[in-house]
């Protein structure tokens, strides 16, 4: 998936909400505003809580081995399916236009071919002028008619150079 539709994502929800929403992990006594707070983890018995929220990096670690992430790997978690899938549920479930993603990702593509392109095409001009350079200096070395038929080929690529 596109890093910008991640953003996104991101961008849209919380980690706290994505908690709220996704899992049955109990928030209410929370104190969900600041920098970071710890519940019982809804992915095993929890007498402690063993579940670090970040809220300023929108992250979650499970001290106990349930593992951590942002809210994509969060929904995955609570939904046992792929970062893949919980990407395509939450754009669903966000209402994320994804169109314009698509066109900036095909914009992207088609610009980078060209860029590789154009990089590739002044490759080749600085090789062939190099060659031009080698075979002028080749053929100022010709001294007479048996120099020529030796190394006739020379004039015959200069022209096809130029």
């Not at 919380?14 to 519940?39: C, G, H, M, P, W």
């Not at 018995?45 to 951590?68: F, M, Q, R």
């Not at 980078?112 to 080698?134: M, P």
Request: hydrophobic share 35%; with cysteine; charged share 25%.
């Amino acid at each position: 998936m596109s890093t910008n539709i991640c953003k996104e994502i991101k961008n849209h929800l919380s980690i706290a909400e994505a908690l709220d929403r996704y899992t049955d992990a109990n928030l209410s006594k929370a104190k969900i505003y600041k920098k970071q707070f710890n519940i019982c983890c809804p992915w095993h018995a929890d007498k402690n809580p063993s579940l670090t929220i970040y809220t300023e990096s929108n992250t979650w670690h499970c001290w106990a081995g349930c593992g951590g992430g942002d809210v994509i790997n969060l929904v995955a978690k609570s939904k046992n399916v792929s970062n893949d899938e919980a990407i395509k549920l939450l754009i669903k479930d966000l209402g994320i236009n994804t169109t314009s993603f698509v066109q900036n990702s095909q914009e992207y593509k088609i610009n980078r071919g060209l860029k590789e392109f154009n990089h590739t095409c002044k490759l080749y001009s600085c090789a062939l002028h190099d060659l031009k350079i080698s075979l002028l200096d080749e053929a100022k070395s010709l001294k007479d008619v048996y120099d020529l038929e030796q190394k006739g080929d020379v004039y015959h690529t200069l022209a096809r150079i130029e």
